[in-house]
């Protein structure tokens, strides 16, 4: 049975700090393509980072860029999402996903495992 489970939200002043991490089972997390995607409050679902199978590809939105490192460390099946100069706009839950290829993808259609989900709020 494939798992994904999110650890590491919770509440934030800005300009604080978050590691996420996503503990992956059932399947072979070191050939998958993984990714973060979050959802804020009455916002859809958007992609944040990506990272490919050898973590030798990664991929961020531009609002992240430079504050956000997506990382993934295959002997422990667990890959993270360091967070600094957290924004209150960065509110949301945060969601990993996993892909059957060995690619970081964009996307949300190229994801076939989902956890569900670790809330981070940044206050003002």
């Known amino acids: 049975q494939v798992r994904l489970v999110e650890s590491g939200g919770g509440l934030v002043q800005t300009g604080g700090s978050l590691r996420l991490s996503c503990a992956a089972s059932?399947?072979?997390?070191?050939?998958?393509?993984v990714a973060w995607f979050r959802r804020g409050p009455g916002k859809e679902r958007e992609f944040v980072a990506t990272?490919?199978?050898?973590?030798?590809?990664?991929s961020y939105t531009d609002s992240v860029k430079g504050r956000f490192t997506i990382s993934r460390d295959n002997a422990k099946n667990t890959m993270y999402l360091q967070m600094t100069s957290l924004k209150p706009e960065d509110t949301a839950v945060y969601y990993c996903?996993?892909?059957?290829?060995?690619?970081?993808?964009?996307?949300?259609?190229?994801?076939?495992?989902w956890g569900q989900g670790t809330q981070v709020t940044v206050s003002s």
């Open positions: 059932g399947f072979t997390f070191s050939l998958s393509g």
């Open positions: 996903a996993a892909s059957d290829g060995r690619g970081g993808a964009t996307v949300s259609i190229a994801y076939d495992y």
């Open positions: 990272v490919d199978y050898s973590g030798g590809f990664t």
